[in-house]
Structures are given as C-alpha cells and as structure tokens.
C-alpha cells in the first residue's frame, strides 16, 4: 500500500538509526533551511502586498466615498455619516489627520445644497464613479440606528432648547413682569430652565488686585502697592496706568532695586537681578519638588471650524468658530468631540440657511448676518451650545489691517456693531474715529454684559419661586385627593378632578 508523506524533518529522525554519509546529511539540512527561508520570504511579500491592494481597492474617488454615503443620499444621511467618520477618523480618537480633513471638506460640499449640485454635475462630465456601489469604511447598521432610550433624550432635548429660546425671549421682556410671565410655563420648561440659569459658567479668572501702600493714593498714577510675595525683600513695585492704545485704562507693573534703578518689567527679571547681585538663589527661583504641571493652555487649531485646547496636564477641551460675511461666531467649551461635532453641525445647517436668506435680500437686511429666528434654530437644534458674537472688517486707509468688535453673547448688539463696522470699513474712517469706536463699543458690551447677568439672577429668583409654588400646589393637591377620596363628590366635580385631560390649573382650581 501507498505510505503517507511524511516531511522531511521527520524522515531524517527517523533514520537516525541508518545514518548515511556526513555530506548527505549536511546536504539535506542546507536544503531544509532553504526551503523554510523561501516560505518565508514569500509569506512576507505576500503581507506586504495585501495592504497595498486592499488600500487600493477602498481608495476613495471622491466626498461620496469619504463620507461612505451614495449618490443620492438625503441630508439627514450625510449628517449621520459625516458624525460617524468624524468620530472614527480623528486624530485625538487615533485617526489620521489628511483623513480627517477630507471628511470635513466632503461634509462642507456634500451638506450646501448649491455645491453638491456643482459637484454631481462636474462627476457626471468625468464619469466618475463616485456614490455608486461606494463601499463606506467604518459604517454600520448599528451605528445609524437610534441607541436605546434615543425618544426620551430627544424630549430631554427639545424641552431643554424651548427652554433656551424662552430665555432668549425673556431677556428681552423687563425685569418686572417675569414672574408673571413664568406662571405661563410648562413645569418641565421651567425645570430645564432653571437647571441652564443656575449652571457654573466658565468664567475668567480674576486678575490680582494690588493694595496701595498709601491709602490716599487709591486713585492715583503712578502709586506704589504691596508687591508679590515673589518679589525679593528691597525692591519696590509701582503701578502705572496706560494713557492710550488698546490697553487704555489698565493698569501694569514696574519694579524698582533697592539701588534706585527703576524699569524692571518681569518677576524674572528681578530675581535674575537679585541673584547677580547678591550671589544667592530667591525662592521663587530654587528648584521645587515634582508635582503636578502648570494648567497653562496651548491653542492648536484641529481644523478650519473646530479647535482645540490642551493643557499641560493632558485635559482637551473643544471649541467651534465659523464665519458669515464677516461675522464671527464661536461656541463655548466642551471636553466632549462628540459634541462639538454636534455643535458644527448645527452651525454649519445656521450658516447655510443664512447666506441663503442673504442671497435673497438687498440693502440694509443683506447686513443681518444671523436673525433671530435663525439663532432659535440653532438653539433648537443644540440647546447645549453658547456663543459668542463679534465683527471683523478689513481696513485700507490706516495702519492696522483689520478691526474686530468686541465679542458679545447679545445678538442685536453684535449685529448693531456689525452695520457699525461695516459703515466705517466703507467710508474708511480715520484711526481715532476707529479708536473712539472701539472705546464706545467695549464700553456698551461690558453694560449690556452686566445687564444680563442682573437680568438671568433676577429670573433665576423667579423660575425657583414658581417650581416651589407648584411644588407645594402639588402636594396640597394631592392631599386634598386623598381626604376627598372617601367622601362622596358631586358627578361633575368629580369627573373634573379625574379627567386627565384637563389642565392642572384648572383641575386645581376645581378641586379647591
């Protein structure tokens, strides 16, 4: 009978016992190691290759198979793709950056209805192939499908974005008719309105106040003040006051030796000083142990609408800036990518309905770069987001090349500095008028900054005590159910107080 094959390592311990002659045995080896070194080799050139065509074969023709979508995908589709691959492709979740950046240039054409139009025309001219039987890496079923719970957050989030847009209108009202206009609420409006008005803002931090040594001094230029504890035993700190510029009315620092010699400008430079002199180390200048690093922040821009921020410690916060003519708008910060990426979807949808509308329009409405039934919008649609509202213009007649107003979250105001600076940018103004504007803008900005905060504390006051209201209206309602319970009501008392259909008020009042 036929034996088995048996390999060739197992042939030769095998006739271990029957040894041959020396040279067969080493010829049999040298063509053994041969053999296992050409399949390797080939196993290794096969590896290599297949990268290069898989690579080859998903090589995307264009936005379509960027964003992994067909032809003739609905904007709600491209939106989700374009969420998807945000997600998959960018750098802070391990991605590459170029594929990054092509997904949002694909998401930037394939989202303006009049671009794609241009792009699916210019296509069809090549005969390119585009959309069709695209393959779409790193898509899923699963993914476009709704996670569980998805109806309740949408409710969650369209009752937080009516609480938004009341807000919005609330600001406009005066201060003396809001508690009664927050009796006209829905309890769950004014639960979430509560919740965003008592939420902690990031705010600024404080700059250090410095005390006078005299007190009668406290409103004169230039003073000396108390200086930092950073400061070597000696030496003087004087406070003086910029006359003009930018920094107009601010105020900043000069250190003066114990020598007399005055004009050090920097803590630095003072214990440089100090140290030269006096041969010894301050200690503010002595090496401190290992600890946690300085929360210093590092602007890196991710791409042309979302940024990010990243302290020392390794903390990303992010941040979404678009333009429209020259209006600049800018959310807050969110450690969260997904949601920024929410966020440039929701402006980038307010940036396209705008340039429609200012396409339309002639004149002095061509200048209303966002209204406000279009930020309503964009507050439906991302209840989370806070902006920012502020104006550039580019400058021909002086030295500086452009003037920027100062940012606002008022979008009346914003769009009122808009037209301001839009006038002055077409008569070019001389560069006083432009600094006086400038002062006058800053100033107005920083009341109307304080008029909404005493306006949201005086809210907040008045959304608290109506919750407590209707809280305590509750209760005694339900009490009142429960003694009434066991007593014989009239029909149509009690039909009232059980009908579900009825408003609360009203079964409240019935029931009274």
């Known amino acids: ?35 296992d ?19 080859a074969k998903q090589r995307p023709r264009g936005h379509y198979d960027v964003l992994g979508v067909a032809r ?7 939106t989700r793709a374009y969420r998807r691959q945000a997600l998959r492709t960018h750098p802070d979740k391990g991605g590459n950056n170029d594929d990054w950046l092509a ?64 807000h919005l209108d609330l600001l406009q009202k005066s201060i003396s008719t809001y508690r009664a206009l927050v009796q006209t609420l829905a309890t ?51 406070q003086h006051l910029y006359r003009s510029g930018k920094l107009k009315g601010e105020p900043y620092l000069r250190y003066t030796s114990p020598a007399g010699k005055p004009g050090y400008m920097s803590v630095k430079a003072v214990v440089e000083n100090y140290k030269a002199a006096t041969g010894k180390v301050f200690k503010s200048d002595e090496k401190k142990t290992p600890g946690p ?16 921020n990243q302290t020392a410690t390794g903390e ?23 949601e920024a990426i929410d966020w440039h979807i929701a402006l980038s949808e307010a940036k396209r309905s705008a340039r429609e509308r200012i396409d339309r329009s002639s004149g002095a409405a061509a200048l209303v770069a966002l209204t406000h039934e ?80 005493a306006k949201n504390a005086k809210l907040s006051s008045a959304v608290q005590l109506e919750l407590q209201k209707r809280s305590i209206g509750d209760q005694r309602s339900e009490k009142v159910d429960g003694e009434l319970g066991a007593k014989e009501l009239p029909p149509e008392i009690s039909s009232a107080a059980s009908s579900a259909a009825r408003p609360e008020a009203v079964r409240r009042r019935l029931i009274i």
């Open 188 to 238: 769950p409006v004014l639960q979430s309105l509560a919740g965003f008005l008592t939420a902690p803002s990031r705010a600024a931090p404080k700059k250090r106040q410095y005390e006078p040594v005299d007190p009668s001094n406290k409103d004169v230029f230039p003073r000396e003040v108390v200086p930092p504890a950073e400061i070597p035993p000696g030496w003087k700190c004087i």
């Open 1 to 35: 009978p036929q034996q088995p094959a048996t390999s060739l390592p197992t042939l030769m311990a095998s006739s271990s016992k029957k040894r041959g002659p020396a040279w067969l045995e080493q010829a049999l080896a040298v063509k053994h190691r041969k053999v």
């Open 316 to 338: 990303k916060s992010y941040y979404v800036m678009c333009f429209i003519s020259f209006f600049r708008i800018r959310s807050g910060r969110t450690s969260n990518l997904a």
């Open 37 to 55: 070194a050409d399949d390797a080799g080939a196993q290794r050139q096969r590896q290599s290759q297949e990268p290069a065509a898989a690579s």
């Open 374 to 453: 279009e930020y309503c919008k964009l507050l439906m649609a991302e209840p989370s987001i806070q902006v920012s509202f502020s104006a550039l213009a580019r400058l021909r007649g002086s030295s500086k090349g452009s003037l920027c107003t100062p940012a606002t979250s008022d979008l009346n105001l914003a769009v009122a500095f808009f037209k301001k600076c839009h006038a002055l940018q077409k008569h070019e103004a001389p560069l006083k008028e432009l600094e006086k504007a400038k002062e006058q803008w800053r100033n107005r900005a920083l009341s109307t900054q304080q008029e909404r905060q």
């Open 72 to 78: 003739e995908a609905s904007l709600v589709e491209i």
């Open 103 to 166: 997904v949002v240039g694909s998401f930037d054409v394939l989202s303006d209805e009049k671009e794609r139009e241009i792009y699916d025309r210019d296509l069809d001219l090549r005969s390119c192939q585009d959309g069709r039987q695209a393959s779409r890496p790193g898509s899923s079923a699963a993914a476009d499908e709704p996670a569980d719970g998805g109806e309740r957050k949408d409710a969650v989030k369209e009752t937080l974005g009516r609480a938004r847009v009341e």
């Open 293 to 308: 690093l300085p929360a210093q922040t590092s602007r890196k821009a991710v791409q042309n609408c979302i940024y990010s």
